[in-house]
């Protein structure tokens, strides 16, 4: 029996060499590969500036940082999402304020980050669920209201479409994350990256990704350099850029199957799923469907092969964040999503008849 995970990388011939070229060279590591994958994810999503990290939790760190983000501060988030969406304000002694999902999308509601901004609200980090763009106009406006940062949480979105421009792009936001992880669209191992249309921000993003080191200004030695703040080492290396300009060029191949998947499991499962709104043309990372008792649902298939994942358990319930005063019962429909969902296998690697037998396996459960 053919065992399926949920997500899985895609690597070829031409990444592994592209790899082994890296390898054969001078540079390792900060060398021209990092330059070279930035101005590739520049050139798809249209932003001017692109920093490349070792992971997407360092990319949000360094956004937090670069936008001020501090103690007395407070961001506001999805509790539907990975534990780095709520940690990296954390990392900066702000508080997190959680803002409830939509019941279609499981993407952060508009409607309630209004209900939780303050005068200690800094920023907003609304983050693309299993690939499709939250409603960022709209978080644009209320972000311009209030005088906010907004810092998109795209872990799951490179590739993704919103009103006809990339996400990325920053159109409506001050920055973007991505992640690079090997379930993701595209991977470079374990990476991130943060884009911006600033150059304030670029240039803080740079040095926060290098222990706050700068080379600018009257400095007439090239070895010269002064820290200024505080920074980390969460550079990203020459092997993984390499792996990382390699994938970037059969990004559009990754959502071309990615979004027939989708499409042939919303024809032919008949499971409750999430719906795309008019204003996305996603690259889905997740194909989450919501199931009736979802932990025997998830056993069962196991039996079957199916080594399934859920994605998320609300970050709010999470000890951590419990000890915080929240509880079970403050997010109903992040909740109410959580208790039902499941994601299936969503990858460029599955054929038409791996997906007839896991639609099969399936339907013999239901």
């Known amino acids: 029996m053919k065992i399926y995970g949920y997500g899985k990388q895609n690597i070829t011939e031409d990444d592994i060499q592209s790899v082994l070229e890296v390898l054969k ?36 760190h360094i956004a937090m940082l670069a936008a001020g983000v501090g103690g007395g501060d407070e961001v506001i988030t999805s509790p539907m999402t990975f534990l780095a969406s709520a940690n990296c304000a954390r990392y900066c002694g702000a508080d997190v304020k959680f803002a409830d999902i939509e019941k279609d999308t499981a993407n952060i509601d508009p409607n309630e980050i209004k209900k939780h901004i303050s005068n200690k609200t800094k920023a907003i980090v609304p983050v693309h669920f299993a690939g499709q763009s939250c409603d960022m106009e709209k978080i644009s406006e209320i972000a311009k209201e ?7 949480d795209a872990a799951h979105a490179i590739g993704s479409d919103y009103k006809d421009v990339k996400v990325g792009s920053c159109k409506y936001s001050d920055m973007t994350v991505f992640s690079f992880h090997p ?6 191992a374990e990476g991130g990256a943060v884009t911006t249309n600033s150059k304030e921000l670029y240039n803080k993003l740079c040095a926060f990704r290098s222990h706050g080191m700068y080379k600018d200004g009257d400095m007439a030695n090239d070895w010269h350099y002064e820290m200024r703040e505080l920074g980390y080492n969460y550079r990203m290396t020459d ?37 795309e709104k008019d204003f996305s043309n996603a690259c889905f ?20 092969g199916l080594n399934l994942q859920v994605h998320y358990i609300p970050v709010h319930t999470q000890p951590y964040y419990k000890a915080q005063s929240y509880k079970w019962g403050d997010f109903p429909n992040a909740e109410e999503y959580y208790k039902h ?20 396996r399936i339907k013999e459960l239901l």
């Open 285 to 304: 990372h997740l194909y989450p469907v919501l199931v009736e008792n979802r932990e025997k649902f998830y056993f069962a298939v196991r039996k079957k």
């Open 239 to 275: 092997v993984q850029a390499a792996l990382g300009v390699s994938q970037m060029k059969r990004l559009e191949e990754f959502k071309k199957r990615r979004r027939e998947i989708v499409d042939y499991y919303n024809k032919n499962l008949g499971l409750s799923h999430l719906i």
């Open 25 to 60: 060279s001078p540079y390792l590591t900060c060398g021209p590969k990092v330059k070279e994958f930035e101005q590739a994810i520049c050139e798809y999503t249209g932003a001017k500036y692109c920093v490349a990290v070792n992971s997407a939790t360092s990319g949000l």
């Open 183 to 188: 379930v993701k669209t595209i991977t470079t």
């Open 341 to 360: 969902c499941i994601s299936l296998p969503l990858y460029p690697e599955l054929t038409d008849e791996d997906l007839k037998e896991i639609v099969q």
């Open 146 to 152: 209030n005088n906010l940062f907004v810092i998109e």
